[in-house]
């Protein structure tokens, strides 16, 4: 299976940075057979696909959507002008916008089909937060987020959505989950989508992790079957440790 390996920026880098970012990473030497992307801020999409040019490693992405195509929805940016930039892939229902911006599972949902209907790959964020954890309560908080986001997305849509596994915990904490423990969640997660889509769809879809990734230990989480690719925070800040990451991912 093609690698999927996404950096997201988070609220970092305008513009500016933005543009010195892309310029740096396009001078790394990249794998051409794995999916690249970049998560950035809807601020930098311009200044992004500016120094991208026609150039499509890494892809364009960003970090969320609404559902909407155009109305009164003050803040608020729609595929349709996700679009506009050339952007290919964009991250919904990530734990920040879960648990800071209060969003829902039905909102999540309506996201992905969006995106998915504009031809915009959906990253599916899902994951249990420490106290979930430690109640016993990680597969039903995955089944609960992973069923509303999917259950109305097509399955062999023209922009197949990865899923990413990415433990609350795990996220920005330098305590990454042991690649043992994700592979029983992403196993989890394939018989979900199996269930919901087909039994096709259990090998078909890409899994990946994120929490914590960085060049030390993306190797660990390379050699485990079923994990498909990572999303990056932190570590993809800079972009030759980012570019590093691939490369280790998908050696040529
Ligand atoms: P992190 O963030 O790599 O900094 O833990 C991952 C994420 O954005 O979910």
Redesign the pocket.
Known sequence: MRKFLIA?W?MYYGPVKAGAWIRAFRRERLPKDADIAVAVPHVSLAAARASLGRATIPALAAQDVHWEKEGAFTGEVSPTMLQEFGVSVCIVG???RRHIMNETDEMVGKKAVALQKAGIIPVI?VGETDAQRKKGQTKKVIKDQLIAAITDLAADGKAPAVI?Y?PVW????GK?CRPQDAREVHDYIRELVSKTWGPRYRDETRIIY?????ERNIGEYMTTTGIDGV??????LDPRIFALICRTAAPA
């Open positions: 997201n988070k990530h734990s920040e964020c990413a990415e795990a996220i920005g904490s990454p994120g929490g914590s990734v960085n999303l990056v925070g932190g570590a993809s």
